[in-house]
Nanobody, 128 residues
Framework: VQLQASGGGLVQTGGSLRLSCTAS????????TGWFRQAPGKEREGIAC????????SYADSVKGRFTISRDNAKNTVYLEMSGLKPEDTAVYSC??????????????????????WGQGTLVTVSS
């Protein structure tokens, strides 16, 4: 059983990247899946989430309008399309799942009360 985040890299300001969160050994469709990021010296921030029941999406205020979360059930994968990237988006990006299936938003950020699986992060660096 594994959850793997991938797709990070170096991109210039204003550029785009697509991150993937792929599950093996379990069906990702049954879980809410969230994307989280942590920059050096900063707290972890929940930035995007997609529910299990009806694929409702939620976003942190910091990425709303620039990032899009989606899922491909055939590939057992959740994606995070990032555009309009800024240097302040530089962070390690990870994904996590919650069998409760919902995406709580607290103080403008995604906030899982618990998680079932946490994927190893992928580094996104945005150069100015």
């Amino acid at each position: 059983v594994q959850l793997q985040a991938s797709g990070g890299g170096l991109v210039q300001t204003g550029g785009s990247l697509r991150l993937s969160c792929t599950a093996s050994g379990f069906t990702l469709r049954w879980y809410a899946t969230g994307w989280f990021r942590q920059a050096p010296g900063k707290e972890r921030e929940g930035i995007a989430c997609i529910t299990s029941r009806d694929d409702t999406t939620s976003y942190a205020d910091s990425v709303k309008g620039r990032f899009t979360i989606s899922r491909d059930n055939a590939k057992n994968t959740v994606y995070l399309e990032m555009s309009g990237l800024k240097p302040e988006d530089t962070a390690v990006y990870s994904c996590a799942t919650d069998i409760q299936g919902v995406c709580p938003v607290v103080n403008g950020s995604i906030s899982f009360e618990r998680y079932d699986y946490w994927g190893q992060g992928t580094l996104v660096t945005v150069s100015s």
